[in-house]
């Protein structure tokens, strides 16, 4: 467990505003008398002062060294876009000021009334300025965990309200949980003397992949409900830049199989993420954390939507048995896309991926159960199957998102996934177990996700070879021949399992 603040405790925790990056530094001098702001100090890169010491942010703000000569309180008054660049020297010593003890009344009271000659300061009430306080807090508190790559705690902040706050936070953390190194001062934040994993050449000079036409069609049909306020020349500059995310990644990894919805993923990583960051990161997430899905068979996926029904068995019994008709493919869309394909709202479906890409890969399963429960009394005002399995596929709309990741969290820590019947059907190659750690599962490489999927490969083919002799044995199941072809079915089976080269051969028999 980590040793910073819980966030899961107190009302007042819970208060999570929008961050901005614009603040105003005030001190007191020695005297006590008189306040001076600090005019924004020119930024040099992108994350060159993110990462800095203290005493090189004091001399970088101009800020008196001399312990007891400053109260600082990082006041916000303005609203800045979401890009990291925006942010300056004074930002960290504000959000580093704020981690000491102190008495946060004291401050916020003696910089309201510092501040009430001031007439070109917007004035906030006391609660605002509270949550402010705390906001800041959780941003030092997300940058610190980053500088020290500190998975767990990254973690802890992801499931507590707000997530990581905004996009030139999630630029920072979302790598580390990725197992990349986060963006470089050194670069200019694109960290563009790091030569990632496969990354290197012309994507473009690279064969086609055989999926690309369907890519084309999905693309054509993105970015419905966000970004909201871009022309239509702009729609298709981002539609153009997302065909190019997507076809990259699938060209330099020509084994993963493209599938519907996989679109919506790249569509949320392309708005979050600067451009270099973007193929390698979607690269990432889809050889290590969403590689059943990419497989040449649904079997692995719906492998995994078998772990619905005994989480909903284990934690509400009699809502199971009402829904006991219904096949859980109706969990499909929402777990294939990491949700995307169902919250409209950009700002949401960022802070979903927060816990999407802090947690392991099964959470998103969890997440759909506590869906389900959360709707108990209106799915049982509905007897008719048909009329379930389409309210059961709908994610609501306006969910308080912080309350069901809550929630989704409790369920897991009840009812943990080896605690499931169907836990022991999963591959061990699946990312569900490959991925049960996400500190382990950063260190992974795209050859070990390669590996995996080589393995469970060779498993569905293996299941696939299975289900054929059985079909055969069916069909020639008479008595005379039983004993025999028993025992055909079974040399035949250990042969396979031994060999595997000859499943081509045997299925191109079975084909004929």
């Excluded at 492998?303 to 969990?331: C, G, M, N, W």
Aim: proline share 7%; with cysteine; hydrophobic share 40%.
């Amino acid at each position: 467990m980590h040793s910073g603040p819980d966030y899961h405790g107190s009302s007042s925790t819970r208060r999570c505003f929008v961050p901005r990056t614009q603040y105003l530094i005030t001190r007191r001098s020695p005297s006590g008398a008189g306040v001076h702001s600090l005019p924004p100090q020119p930024h040099k890169s992108t994350y060159s002062n993110v990462f800095a010491s203290e005493p090189d942010n004091r001399a970088h703000t101009g800020l008196d060294a001399t312990p007891g000569h400053d109260v600082v309180s990082a006041l916000l008054f303005s609203t800045a876009g979401p890009d990291a660049t925006r942010l300056s020297g004074e930002y960290n010593v504000a959000s580093r000021r704020c981690r000491r003890p102190m008495d946060p009344e004291r401050v916020l009271v003696e910089a309201l009334a510092r501040r009430d000659a001031d007439d070109d300061i917007p004035r906030l009430d006391v609660a605002e300025e509270s949550g402010e306080l705390h906001a800041c807090q959780k941003r030092s508190d997300i940058l610190e965990a980053c500088r020290r790559r500190d998975i767990p705690v990254l973690r802890s902040l992801a499931e507590s309200p707000g997530g990581f706050l905004a996009d030139h936070l999630r630029r920072i953390a979302w790598p580390i949980l990725l197992g990349l190194p986060p963006p470089d001062a050194a670069s200019g934040g694109d960290a563009g003397h790091v030569q990632s994993e496969n990354h290197t050449g012309d994507w473009k000079e690279l064969p086609r992949h055989r999926d690309e036409d369907q890519v084309q069609l999905d693309v054509n049909r993105s970015f419905i409900y966000y970004p909201n306020d871009q022309s239509e020349a702009q729609l298709e500059q981002c539609k153009s830049e997302l065909s190019s995310l997507i076809i990259e990644v699938l060209r330099r990894y020509p084994y993963l199989c493209y599938f519907q919805g996989y679109h919506d993923i790249c569509q949320v990583f392309m708005l979050v993420l600067e451009p270099f960051w973007r193929a390698r990161m979607v690269a990432r997430l889809s050889v290590l954390r969403i590689r059943d899905f990419m497989l040449p068979s649904l079997g692995p996926t719906t492998s995994q939507l078998r772990l619905l029904p005994d989480i909903l068995a284990k934690a509400d019994p009699q809502l199971r048995r009402h829904v006991a008709t219904i096949e859980p493919f109706y969990a499909l869309a929402g777990t294939l896309t990491m949700y995307a394909h169902n919250i409209e709202g950009y700002r949401d479906i960022a802070r979903m991926f927060d816990v999407f890409l802090a947690r392991e890969p099964v959470f998103s399963i969890y997440v759909f159960a506590q869906i389900v429960m959360g709707r108990r009394d209106e799915i049982f005002d509905i007897d008719d199957p048909d009329m379930l399995q389409v309210v059961l596929a709908k994610v609501p709309r306006n969910m308080d998102l912080d309350a069901l990741i809550a929630k989704s969290v409790d369920l897991f820590d009840r009812y943990p996934p080896d605690s499931l019947r169907s836990w022991r059907r999963i591959s061990s190659a699946s990312v569900l177990k490959t991925g049960r750690d996400v500190s382990i599962c950063a260190k992974q490489t795209p050859e070990d996700g390669h590996a995996y999927f080589r393995q469970q490969a060779q498993e569905i083919r293996w299941v696939d070879m299975r289900h054929r002799l059985t079909m055969a044995f069916w069909r020639y199941r008479r008595p005379s021949r039983a004993v025999g072809m028993a025992i055909a079915v079974v040399a035949m089976a250990l042969y396979l399992q031994r060999n595997p080269a000859g499943v081509h051969y045997i299925m191109s028999l079975f084909s004929r």
